[in-house]
């Protein structure tokens, strides 16, 4: 996945672009690699959801008008094509998450847990760059 992306930013992010960057961030600071891999799986995913959602907030959600509701992973990938890549990966692991949140957490083991982790971070580091510029 594209980790080199330039993103220049004219004018001051949305707030709430801000708060979302900042809620997952702080989450994912909070989240220790050390935890039971199902835990350390959500709570990365929540974060990787949370800093999509500030980029759809920086970005602009398109025009739906009455259409069925659609994941975020859907919208990021129209509002954002440079992360095409991203959403489809994180749009990959939505049914894992969906089935360890229903408590089977048999899915997940020590290595899914980590690669996600560190996926994340990356994400949280693009997205960082694309809500405020790409100086970070």
């Known amino acids: ?5 330039d993103f220049p930013v004219t004018q001051a992010p949305p707030a709430a672009a801000v708060t979302l960057l900042r809620q997952a961030e702080l ?4 989240v220790s690699p050390d935890a039971a ?13 949370r800093a ?4 759809l907030s920086a970005r602009g959600r398109p025009h739906r008008g009455r259409a069925k509701p659609t994941s ?4 990021m990938s129209s509002v954002a094509p440079e992360m095409r890549e991203w959403a489809a990966f994180f749009a990959s692991c939505s049914a894992t998450r969906a089935a360890v949140q229903a408590g089977i957490t ?3 083991g020590p290595r899914a847990a ?3 982790h560190r996926h ?4 949280i580091t693009l997205v960082h760059r694309a809500v405020h510029g790409s100086g970070r």
């Open 37 to 49: 891999p199902a835990h350390l799986f959500t709570e990365s995913y929540l974060c990787a959801l």
């Open 120 to 123: 994340v971070a990356e994400f």
């Open 27 to 30: 989450g994912f600071a909070a």
């Open 114 to 116: 980590e690669d996600l």
């Open 106 to 108: 048999s899915r997940v």
């Open 52 to 55: 999509a959602a500030a980029l």
């Open 1 to 5: 996945m594209t980790s080199t992306l």
């Open 72 to 75: 975020v992973w859907t919208l």
